[in-house]
């Protein structure tokens, strides 16, 4: 599985966009990039996942460049609820799924008033 | 459904003694895993299934038996609680044949305190 490589924390303040980017230098040709969110006490929570390009849902935007050895994580005017951990995933699908998975450190992101 | 479930929430063991954390989820996933969280830490994991009697080992394995009877249930068993054991656990489950990624569902935790 591709090691990533992210910042341990960040600040922002709120209605700010945040974009949070994480490398992947090692990613295979069929693996995925997923970022998961966790407040404090709970279970981390499933964002978004791409493959290539861009991605886009109601609650983030994911950018891969062409090389696909990094990728941003991008969330539109934050609140003081967005503060938590983020981590970013890389992983295999398919046939190649091994159903291993293996977060990092994540990324703390404190969002102030 | 009620996803990923996990008992108990909070437990106290003495060093030594063995216990089993309950694991069960009602969305028919293939995959699931037992993750560990060290106070301000990541999370890392421990062991993990890809279907009912098919086990295998993940980062931090030792000092912990899982087995995978059925396709609901995914208990993790502590063989002899040490301190450094002490920790909040998480299951997950996902489906096993997806399109694309991760999409893992997490339970809500248990807190264990070894003394």
């Known amino acids: 599985l591709a090691k990533t490589t992210q910042p341990i924390s960040m600040d922002s303040y709120e209605g700010q966009e945040v974009n949070i980017t994480c490398s992947h230098n090692?990613?295979?040709?069929?693996?995925?990039i997923t970022w998961y969110q966790q407040f404090p006490s709970q279970g981390p929570r499933f964002i978004i996942q791409?493959?290539?390009t861009k991605v886009t849902n109601e609650v983030a935007s994911l950018f891969i460049p062409a090389d696909r050895k990094s990728s941003t994580l991008s969330l539109p005017r934050v609140s003081l609820s967005d503060t938590a951990v983020y981590y970013c995933?890389?992983?295999?699908?398919?046939?190649?799924?091994?159903?291993?998975?293996?977060f990092g450190q994540g990324t703390t992101l404190q969002v102030k008033p | 459904n009620a996803g990923v479930t996990q008992t108990p929430k909070f437990q106290v063991l003495k060093t030594g003694q063995s216990m089993t954390l309950q694991c069960a989820q009602d969305?028919?996933?293939?995959?699931m895993s037992w993750y560990r969280q060290d106070p301000g830490m990541g999370l890392r994991l421990i062991h993990y299934?890809?279907?009912?009697?098919?086990?295998d080992q993940g980062e931090v394995p030792n000092g912990y038996n899982v087995s995978r009877s059925t396709t609901e249930d995914f208990p993790l068993r502590l063989l002899s609680a040490a301190p450094s054991q002490t920790s909040v656990y998480f299951c997950?489950?996902?489906?096993?044949?997806?399109?694309?990624?991760?999409?893992?569902?997490f339970g809500p935790g248990t807190r264990l305190t070894v003394t």
């Open positions: 997950a489950s996902r489906p096993g044949t997806s399109t694309g990624g991760y999409e893992q569902y």
């Open positions: 090692n990613i295979a040709t069929n693996d995925y």
């Open positions: 791409g493959y290539k």
């Open positions: 995933l890389v992983g295999a699908s398919g046939s190649s799924n091994t159903g291993k998975l293996i």
């Open positions: 969305m028919n996933h293939e995959y």
């Open positions: 299934s890809v279907g009912a009697g098919i086990t």
